[in-house]
């Protein structure tokens, strides 16, 4: 292969030369820096412990040398007591005074120039025989050294004071101490160079006035960077001056020399380095680009279907390797197009057709482009009775098919079918399958069969014949497999067709007609009606609470319930009238009845037959029905009216009370327009603060002071005004906003309650009626807790209202419901009493503490014997229970005075108050409550 420059004109070849490029220059460039930082460090390190210790040695040097001051001056008092000054000898001292101390004042006679100054503070120093050590500065002079103290001589005490050479206490040190190129300075306590080399020190601004005894630092000085470290002298217990201050420096430049050279090899070294890598990543990206533009050229001419186009490398590696493999590719690529082509077109074919003919047919005429044979065979299951076996043998594509039909597989023959799925081959001889005979009598003598599976079971085979034992091509066979299981498929659709069409227009579980049928029928109905002026009647049945039945028996014996409810309505509408279009909605059609009453009497017997006790296994069953009744063309004049007309009096009829049929009226569309509107209002009345609660005054029956109030909901609706609880608590129960509205209601009379309270009413209960769906779950407790807990009510002062229906459709749940409550302290009462199942179990099982008696009973109590009987039945019975008892519905003193008679513990009713609002009621308090 020929390498051509093509460095840099592609985008991979830029990324790589960028990419091998930065590899090589970034490990240089850290690592440079890495070792550049490592060894100044390191250096500055070894400069900062060479001139630690270096000062720490001229320190000690300073404190020897003071020792030896101290001792020669000693010395030369003692050897001469009477010299007064002058200059002497000795190797630290430039001048020398001495004077006698006043015995009577232990002062000096005559003090030293500047030693009186220092005098107050240094006297007690020296007549402890210490030496006191100052230094001056006499104005832009050099600094003098001095040191002071008191000498006993044989004649008597004397103040000795002495200027000290510079140069012979700290030329020595330097000589001994200091490293090379090092430069020192001596600071006294007050920051003042004493001695030094460092003639211009800027460094006094980088000490810190309180710094520690030693450190480093670092400033810039007139030729460069100083890097210093300090020590200091701690001289006042024995020469009464704070510190000195040894300062030790050297140049940056000085410390840092070893990697000057560093710096001026560094920057060649990362040129040639970059242009070595540039000249490897040139290299090595033409010699593997080449052959990857090429491979990449041809897979665009395979992507644009280009299969001839061969790829040549003479590389000699992995690449005329990967050449090779892909030119082999594109050669099976191709192949493999063809034969999918192929495939696609027969599957097509096949999957289009309409009958079981032209599938074989097909088949037989294509099936040899994909799998190569002498001779093709079909063998199909008749489904019709008795089973047989069609089977079709085609030897030459041109001349057609011949058709044989022969008995169905054979028990074992399945079982090798089933136990083959991917294919099976046999010798055709005597012993071969009967369905081979075609292949058996045209010199074939090997099949190999492939059985089409048809809703898992071997619905057929494919016989491919051969002249010779064939070795078979793994591809081809899959090829053969696909199509095999694209005709079972395409018999599964045919044979689901059917089926369909079969059952289109039939409910599978009753046989009757289905919906659709039934609007068909409908609609022919209509258009010959209107076009012979006659009258039509669509009746709509709905099973009266049938989710019961599911929910408690299953849906098995619902099923079989709609069954025999198909059956009893056969025996009065014929089948051609009568249709199931719901789970549990029948349609009748009634065309052109004779007699005005002809729908109720229709509707009546279908009543009174669903009224009859349905026999189910082990039990019975009892079931209602609602029947909603249009008629053309009064009610509709098209089949979507008439049935939406029929549905809406289907459930006008449910809503009171079932087991009852309704003609259409046009003013039942607009009760549930009414009743749609009402439900989304409903949904947003909450949020936007349009419930009221209303509180009805129950007393005392003797005195008549207030001992409770029942809350009432109210919705004063913004554009409909105040809604009755009757209109819109069913919605609420219906929709389940109940339970949302029942918190709300809780919430907010417990916190009236308390306000009350606070107002100082006295201990007055409310009343809040309860749902059924509140009493389902363990949510009501919470409700309840979080109420009393949010308005810190006294649960003794709430007491929740059941009615007797919830009580009696209660289970162990509602039993462990009610006693959690009873145990948070709240009453319980039952509303309504006597216009339920007013049994005695459920008084006698739940815990009840309150029962009131209807109004229904108390309405003509004065009037009717029968009323009153039970209304002291009920309250006697209630006394005996020790369940305490409120009579609602009191409008008349008549009334009140029986309750009275009875012993009623408290009334509800207009003689007393009308339901109030809030502010009604704190004025019905205010007047009522004694004070």
Request: charged share 25%.
């Amino acid at each position: 292969m020929k390498l051509q420059w093509t460095f840099l004109r592609s985008k991979l070849d830029r990324r790589l030369f960028g990419l091998f490029l930065s590899c090589a220059i970034v490990p240089i460039l850290a690592l440079s820096v890495f070792s550049f930082q490592r060894v100044t460090q390191n250096l500055r390190d070894q400069s900062r412990i060479r001139l630690h210790q270096a000062s720490k040695a001229t320190a000690m040097v300073l404190a020897q040398r003071l020792s030896e001051i101290e001792t020669e001056l000693d010395e030369i008092a003692h050897s001469n007591p009477d010299q007064a000054s002058g200059r002497v000898a000795g190797p630290h001292f430039l001048a020398f005074a001495s004077e006698p101390v006043h015995a009577a004042t232990g002062a000096p006679a005559r003090p030293a120039s500047g030693s009186l100054e220092r005098w107050g503070s240094a006297e007690g120093h020296l007549r402890a025989g210490k030496m006191l050590l100052r230094t001056e500065r006499p104005g832009d002079g050099d600094p003098q050294i001095f040191v002071e103290k008191y000498i006993d001589t044989v004649n008597g005490r004397r103040h000795i004071t002495a200027e000290i050479d510079p140069d012979s206490l700290f030329d020595a040190f330097a000589r001994t101490t200091l490293p090379s190129l090092a430069e020192f300075c001596v600071l006294d306590e007050d920051d003042r160079v004493v001695a030094g080399s460092l003639e211009n020190p800027r460094f006094l601004d980088s000490l810190a006035r309180n710094r520690p005894i030693s450190g480093q630092f670092e400033w810039q000085q007139d030729d460069g960077r100083q890097l210093g470290y300090f020590w200091s002298i701690f001289l006042k217990p024995n020469y009464h001056t704070d510190h000195w201050t040894i300062v030790l420096s050297e140049p940056v430049e000085h410390v840092l020399a070893p990697i000057a050279s560093f710096r001026t090899i560094y920057p060649p070294l990362v040129v040639v380095s970059v242009f070595l890598v540039s000249l490897l990543c040139v290299n090595q990206i033409r010699r593997h680009l080449v052959p990857l533009k090429q491979l990449r050229d041809g897979a665009k001419r395979i992507g644009e279907r280009d299969f001839g186009a061969q790829i040549s490398i003479d590389s000699g590696d992995e690449f005329q390797e990967l050449a090779d493999s892909f030119n082999l590719m594109a050669s099976r690529i191709a192949e493999q197009f063809d034969s999918l082509g192929r495939m696609i077109d027969i599957d097509r074919r096949i999957l289009s057709a309409l009958d079981r003919n032209k599938v074989v047919n097909i088949l037989l005429a294509r099936i040899r482009e994909l799998y190569p044979c002498e001779a093709v065979s079909m063998s199909l299951v008749d489904p019709g009775p008795p089973e047989g076996l069609r089977t079709q043998f085609s030897l030459d594509p041109e001349a057609g098919s011949r058709v044989v039909e022969t008995n169905g597989f054979a028990p074992e023959e399945i079982r090798q079918l089933e136990a083959r799925p991917d294919g099976l081959l046999v010798d055709v001889n005597e012993d071969s399958p009967h369905y081979l005979a075609l292949h058996r009598g045209s010199g074939i003598r090997q099949c190999l069969l492939l059985p089409l599976f048809v809703r898992q079971e071997v619905a057929g085979v494919v016989a491919f014949g051969h002249e010779v034992a064939a070795v078979h091509d793994p591809k081809r066979l899959v090829y053969a497999r696909q199509i095999a299981d694209q005709t079972a498929r395409a018999l599964a659709n045919l044979m689901t067709i059917d089926e369909n069409q079969a059952l289109a227009y039939l409910d599978r579980l009753t046989g009757l007609p289905n919906r659709l049928l039934f609007r068909e029928r409908l609609e022919q109905a209509v258009m010959r009606a209107s076009q012979q002026q006659e009258t039509l009647v669509v009746c709509l049945l709905g099973l009266d609470s049938f989710k019961r039945i599911n929910d408690t028996l299953g849906h098995d014996a619902g099923d079989m319930l709609l069954k025999q409810v198909a059956e009893r309505a056969l025996r009065i509408i014929p089948a051609s009238s009568l249709a199931r279009i719901g789970g549990d909605e029948f349609a009748v059609l009634l065309t052109n009845p004779t007699r005005i009453d002809d729908p109720a009497r229709v509707a009546r017997r279908l009543l009174d037959a669903i009224e009859t006790p349905f026999a189910l296994p082990g039990q019975e069953a009892f079931l209602t029905a609602s029947i909603g009744i249009a008629v053309y063309p009064e009610d509709g004049l098209d089949s979507d009216v008439l049935l939406r007309n029929s549905d809406v009096a289907m459930y006008h009829a449910k809503e009171r009370s079932g087991n009852s049929f309704q003609f259409y009226a046009p003013a039942m569309n607009a009760t549930a327009s009414r009743s749609l509107e009402l439900e989304s209002d409903l949904r947003r009345a909450l949020e936007n603060g349009e419930l009221r609660l209303y509180y009805q005054p129950i007393v005392d029956t003797d005195s008549l002071e207030p001992v409770s109030a029942e809350a009432l909901m109210r919705w004063q609706h913004p554009r409909l005004g105040l809604i009755a609880p009757s209109e819109f608590i069913p919605l609420a129960e219906h929709t389940g906003l109940i339970v949302e509205l029942g918190k709300w209601a809780l919430m907010t009379a417990c916190s009236q309650n308390t306000a009350w309270q606070f107002a100082g009413f006295g201990p007055i209960s409310i009343s809040v009626n309860l749902s059924s769906r509140q009493l389902i779950g363990e949510a009501l407790l919470r409700t309840v807790r979080e109420a009393l807990d949010s308005t810190g009510m006294n649960p003794a002062h709430l007491v929740l209202e059941l009615t007797e229906s919830m009580l009696m459709a209660g289970d162990e749940k509602t039993l462990s419901v009610l006693r959690g409550l009873k145990a948070l302290g709240i009453k319980l009462s039952i509303d309504d009493f006597g216009t339920g199942y007013s049994s005695l179990s459920y008084l006698k099982n739940f815990p009840l503490d309150h029962l009131k008696v209807d109004r229904s009973f108390l309405q003509d109590v004065t009037r009717s014997v029968n009323d009153a009987a039970i209304t002291r039945a009920i309250v006697a019975m209630a006394h005996s229970l020790d369940l305490r008892v409120v009579g609602e519905g009191v409008e008349t003193e008549d009334q009140l005075a029986f309750l009275r008679e009875l012993r009623c513990e408290a009334i509800q009713g207009y003689l007393i108050s009308e339901p109030l609002a809030e502010d009604g009621f704190v004025k019905f308090l205010a007047e009522r409550v004694p004070e």
